[in-house]
């Protein structure tokens, strides 16, 4: 069993940044393939970004290449979100996720998940 959870969330203004993180309680974490999703009000949750705990190798949604960065700390048992140059269309809620697919966007695919932390974008 992994719990995860999430903090860093809150209300920035558009063009601000935040990081957001995500502390993982599994033992054997470096087995996990780690993403980040968000969800808007009525709408489907979507992937954000991914990342490989055994390579270097990460991923994005074309929605936020450039401005997002994950990052891993191994040793915390942490990901991280970076993002910049945040828009007023980034308001969501944002979840950590772990599986066992590496490279997957599809939350379907994921096996745990945490409570998610809220991020507001005021323009």
């Known amino acids: 069993q992994v719990q995860l959870v999430e903090s860093g969330g809150g209300l920035v203004q558009a063009g601000g940044s935040l990081r957001l993180s995500c502390a993982a309680s599994?033992?054997?974490?470096?087995?996990?393939?780690m993403g980040w999703f968000r969800q808007a009000p009525g709408k489907e949750r979507e992937f954000v970004a991914g990342i490989v705990w055994s390579g270097p190798s990460t991923y994005y949604a074309d929605s936020v290449k450039g401005r997002f960065t994950i990052s891993r700390d191994n040793a915390k048992n942490t990901v991280y979100l970076q993002m910049n140059s945040l828009k007023p269309e980034d308001s969501a809620t944002y979840y950590c996720?772990?599986?066992?697919?590496?490279?997957?966007?599809?939350?379907?695919?994921?096996?745990?998940w945490g409570q998610g932390t809220q991020v507001t974008v005021s323009s």
């Open positions: 996720a772990a599986g066992f697919i590496e490279t997957t966007m599809k939350a379907s695919e994921y096996d745990y």
């Open positions: 599994a033992r054997t974490f470096s087995r996990y393939y």
